[in-house]
């Protein structure tokens, strides 16, 4: 049984930042490819960043290009995702979520196998 667990979540004031980790266990997550994504009241869940394992490629959403930054650590089995210059817009519950690594570049929320139970950011303007 794979388990993901998010923490630091909170409110931050618009323009600041946080940083939100992701500690999963169960499986072996060198081997997992690792994502966040968002969901804001109202919205459908979307992908916010991803990494791969194999090679530690990155992918953003536009709308968080050059401010977030997703990294991990495979010794921690560990995911982060260090968000920058928040907006207002960037409130949402945060979800990791993994799934074995292959080689589809696809980040929809149908693609990933497993998932945390999600955090909330709140960014106050």
């Known amino acids: 049984q794979v388990q993901l667990v998010e923490s630091g979540g909170g409110l931050v004031q618009a323009g600041g930042s946080l940083r939100v980790s992701c500690a999963v266990s169960g499986r072996t997550f060198t081997h997992f490819d690792m994502g966040w994504f968002r969901q804001a009241p109202g919205k459908e869940r979307e992908f916010v960043a991803a990494i791969r394992w194999i090679d530690d490629s990155t992918y953003y959403a536009d709308s968080v290009k050059g401010r977030f930054t997703i990294s991990r650590d495979n010794a921690k089995s560990t995911v982060y995702l260090q968000m920058n210059r928040v907006k207002p817009e960037d409130t949402a519950v945060y979800y990791c979520?993994?799934?074995?690594?292959?080689?589809?570049?696809?980040?929809?929320?149908?693609?990933?196998?497993?998932w945390g139970k999600g955090t909330l950011v709140t960014v106050s303007s």
């Open positions: 979520a993994g799934r074995p690594s292959y080689s589809s570049t696809n980040w929809s929320p149908r693609d990933m196998d497993y």
